[in-house]
């Protein structure tokens, strides 16, 4: 190596550096020093922290509240990862076509991006109250008798997810717009000569030039089904009896209402291990079917 | 950009009292309230501010608005672990052992002096004080108190054949009231419920009035022990569960809270159970005759108190301290005690509040305004315990498994009990 | 779509035309709601009766309850900093990483990768003890700082700078430009479709942001609307839909129009800069 790779060497860090800093304080250092405080037990008031080794893991695994979260998050991602990545396509295709009122269309598609969460929760939650609520009105002028849609523990959870895929899905939406219409117009042309049906090349051609966005996209679905938890806040607070707790609302629950800093920390543990596995399997999953650059 | 750190008040202020040492100089107070804005609640607080500022010009008081109780105790707990703790704060009086745990707050018995101030300690009603004082100290002095109340539709109860000027006094009566209050059409679906009572985020509450009438206490006044599986307090459930599963006059589910006084505006339901600090909103808003009357008895008349205390924090100057006191001292003093309980429906919280003109006059042309002063005889201290807010989500969970038909009120019952007993041992 | 189109009427395009404004609907009823409630008195919250008067009351009423205008302040201030933080931190660190050959570079990379995964969002309880250390709770700065060094920026421009020929850049270096005058000169302006796409996402995440500034924010004048909107709506004495979707318009309004105004230049901003 020379002088001049040397100094290349410097310049790169020169540039890397204020970034990683930050990235390192507030990514790096926050993950390792959370692994490290589980091993503790939390302070509080004249009481210091002590090394407790493993036992708040044993606290956790035997926590039922946090099995019961955890499976609630894994039913949420299930519900929001797919639906909010389905519609978001096909939100995409139709606002690509020549649709009548196309700009008031992607208009509403995309509205939920930004209407603040917190904020609209609290119209979800007139939509979903029983009885003079939005969604009982329009059922009562059916016949349909009222339903108490955060209140029931069967469906607690499910109308949050909705709401989730609604907030979600008018944002992909732009991803896959934009990567439509990267997609040549001859090759819809000479499908359509050689007598291909529309799902045909939606499944054979439009779909798999989709892929490396669909990628991106169920990456960002993924991460937003472990950190989307605002409307949990105004909506139900995570009841009927945790019917409708996700982790993250768990972590924010042990850490600012319990005050309980190390158990926290054990159950943030437990959920980068989660998103860890996650991210391995979406990757095998995925990764072969991608032709990215 | 305003980057710069935000320096706390007290820090300002003991800056400046080191700096300017020995002349004479404002003292500064940074104060959190929890009281929800919109209503004239905020603006009365903040009159009442400006009004002793402009008695004491050598104090300087910021109030802040933090937000929900909720968000005033997270507010006020994160400060103080950030070193920037406000000089005082109105907090939910169950909060009391958290911020002794965490070695937030002094007891006013550090503070009091002179006999007179002692004598002041007294002069609040016996239920409020009891979530106020734990082994034999004062922590917290009443100002936001409340108590749950009955509100009841006199038209609902008019066109139901009831008479409207006799709210259910018994739970049977409550029952047999709700039946009558039950509407459905034609097709069987229910448009008007007899009875809410609200179940969302702190069931806990308003289920306390039920063990109570039951004649069970939910803990001691140590916090270190609760009595969740005591047959009792099975008991009183089991009636709150049967009130929508058998006798189908209460609906179904958790039932929201926030929703509740709109619910009762619109008819859905004819009776509800809610704060009497919803006294004001109700008046105004209610489309149709109302009644308010304490809630109905079992074994016993019961109710819990509620809402929020005066507290001093640790971590400031004497002056400070002595500061917060002699503005605490004053806007609990029955003049002011009685202009808060008229703009919010708060109970004020001492006797002689209630004997003051402007007071005398509220009640007369407004008698509602009564009950909750007068259900305080029958009212016991609001569930408080270490670890508070872990062992009221413990009690919630449990009351919301069997309110949602998960569990038997016996089985979830039991289980808040092992969860609690597990956490509390500590403290034994 | 003309080439699937049947002779006389076409059902396919019908049926998705019908779908494509159902599901509009449907996703546009919370804001119709909010319109609704917010221009009419708080009865008519849950009735909808077209015979309902018009009023600003709500409007009123929600902007002398809270300082609004502070608290829409605040969120320009913390969004326009996060956005320049990001921009000027991750422009530099994808141009190393793009240009610069430097031993360990794919292990660093993988290190900033790794962010996608273990965001800010979830360190909460750690991140607040480092801002308490640091001295900055209840700050806007503190809102925003985690956020500033973005793994997802720094990817992105990555993949955008290694699209520029480095014919480019050899020309501008013969010239004698240093590395700076190369970034800004020609790098930067290449990659602005990307700037505005990513600008685009960023904005709309952090003016929705809650969690964060909820825990690290303490007053008035640091809360940014998201916090100023769930603590003006806390529920203790029951909710008042009409003050709340008067709120929720007044600070959510700006955004809109500009996204109406500006839609189709965020679209193609998106197509040019290459998310997919």
Known sequence: ?293 | MHFTKKLGIGAVAAAMSLSMAGAAQAVDLQFYFPVAVGGKAADTIEALTKEYAAAHPDVKIDAVYAGSYQNTITKALTAVKGGQAPQLSVILAVDMFTLIEEDAIVPFDDLIKTDADKEWLKAFYPAFMENSQTGGKTYGIPFQRSTPVMYWNKDAFKKAGLDPNTPPATWEELVEFGKKLTVKDASGKVTQWGVRIPSSGFPYWLFQGLSTQNDVILANSDGNKTNFADPKVIEALQYLVDLSAKHEVMAPGIIEWGATPKAFFEGESAIMWTTTGNLTNVRANAPFEFGVAMLPANKRRGAPTGGGNFYIFKDSTDEQKAASLDFIKWISAPTQAAKWSIATGYVAPRPDAWETPEMKAYVADFPPALVARDQLQYAVAELSTYQNQRITTIFNDGLEAAITGKMSPEEAMNDAQQKADKILKDYR | MNAFRLSGFDYDRALNTVGAWALALVWFAPLIYAFWTAFHPGEYSTRFELTAPLTLENFVAAWNAAPFARYFLNTVLLVTSILIGQFVLCTLAAFAFARFEFRGRDAVFVLVLLQLLVMPDILIVENYRTMRFLGLLDTILAIGLPYMASAFGIFLLRQTFKTIPKELDDAARVEGAGFMTILLKVYVPLAKPTYLAYGLVSVSHHWNNFLWPLIVTNSVETRPVTVGLSVFSSTDQGIDWAIITAATLMTSGPLLIAFLLFQRQFVQSFMRAGIK
């Open chain 1, 1 to 293: 190596m020379g002088p001049l790779a040397n100094r290349t060497w410097i310049h790169a860090w020169l540039f890397l550096s204020p970034a990683m800093i930050l990235l390192i304080a507030f990514t790096h250092y926050p993950a390792a020093v959370t692994l490290f405080h589980s091993f503790f037990s939390t302070p509080r008031g004249k009481r210091p922290a002590k090394f407790v080794g493993l036992e708040n893991y044993e606290t956790l695994l035997a926590d039922t509240t946090f099995w019961k979260v955890l499976g609630n998050n894994l039913w949420y991602a299930l519900g929001t990862i797919p639906a909010s990545v389905a519609i978001a396509i096909l939100m995409a295709l139709w606002v690509d076509s020549k649709l009548k009122g196309r700009g008031f269309v992607r208009m509403a598609y995309f509205t939920p991006t930004v209407l603040p969460l917190i904020a609209v929760a609290n119209i979800w939650m007139f939509f979903y109250t029983p009885g003079f609520g939005l969604i009982d009105q329009i059922t009562g002028f059916f016949g349909f008798s009222q339903h108490n849609w955060l209140g029931d523990p069967s469906t607690a959870l499910n109308a949050v997810i909705v709401v989730a895929v609604w907030k979600e899905a008018g944002f992909f939406m732009i991803f896959y717009l934009a990567a439509l219409q990267t997609i040549p117009v001859s090759l819809r042309e000479a499908a359509a000569i050689e007598g291909a049906g529309r799902w045909y090349f939606f499944r054979r051609v439009t779909f798999p030039l989709l892929m490396p966005t669909t990628l991106f996209v169920s990456v960002n679905a993924v991460i937003n089904s472990f950190r989307l938890v605002d409307h949990i806040f105004v909506m139900t607070e995570g009841g009927p009896d945790n019917a409708s707790s996700l982790l993250l609302f768990y972590i924010y629950e042990t850490s600012f209402r319990f005050w309980d800093t190390a158990y926290a920390s054990t159950l943030t543990v437990a959920l980068l291990l989660l998103l860890f596995a996650v991210a391995i399997g979406q990757f095998l999953l995925l990764d072969k079917r991608v032709h990215y650059r």
